[in-house]
């Protein structure tokens, strides 16, 4: 017989983000920042039969600067128009932008995430992208190869999992965010 520390354990080992947050870090990246970089949001597994991630969609209008930022997911899109859910606008999706880019430290993109992160019901896993010259894209291209670190982009991800445990006894996500992205 297990014993319940076992079963939440394995159960632990099983959980995966309903979505994705993707940093993607321009070149010239360094540790404490300010740097240039884009932010997607994906739903996992949404397409192929749960093998394939659909992007979602910010609510801010790139012809009019206009919208409450928050994430668009795929089932607000109806043809060429979209229903903000936070604040009920609406929004032609050609006007929308699938990447929010930013210029800033890196403990204001830690707040950013997290604030990113519970706006997604705190249900995340997060993925972060390196420009080739970066040192974490040059170690995943001499560990696992070129083709491996240019299909990844150097990715290293802070699985739903993880961030849960090491947030479960009250350590803020915006600390443990910044110790991913300096890792």
Not at 81 to 94: L, N, R, V
Not at 135 to 149: C, L, Q, R, T
């Amino acid at each position: 017989m297990q014993t319940q520390t076992t079963q939440i354990d394995e159960k632990k080992q099983d959980i995966r983000g309903k979505y994705k947050i993707e940093v993607m870090f321009d070149k010239n990246r360094t540790s404490l920042g300010p740097n240039l970089l884009g932010i997607q949001l994906w739903e996992s597994g949404k397409k192929f039969n749960g093998d394939g991630d659909e992007m979602m969609y910010w609510c801010m209008d790139l012809t009019t600067n206009q919208g409450c930022k928050a994430p668009i997911p795929a089932d607000a899109i109806k043809g060429p128009f979209a229903i903000c859910p936070s604040c009920k606008q609406g929004i032609m999706i050609e006007h929308a932008t699938n990447m929010r880019v930013l210029r800033v430290s890196t403990k204001v993109l830690a707040g950013e995430l997290a604030a990113l992160f519970r706006k997604v019901g705190q249900n995340a896993d997060i993925y972060v992208k390196y420009n080739r010259d970066d040192p974490h894209y040059i170690a995943m291209e001499k560990s696992n190869g070129a083709a491996v670190a240019k299909k990844l982009r150097g990715m290293h991800i802070y699985p739903l999992k993880n961030i849960l445990k090491e947030t479960m006894n009250g350590a803020s996500l915006e600390d443990r965010f910044f110790a991913f992205l300096t890792a």
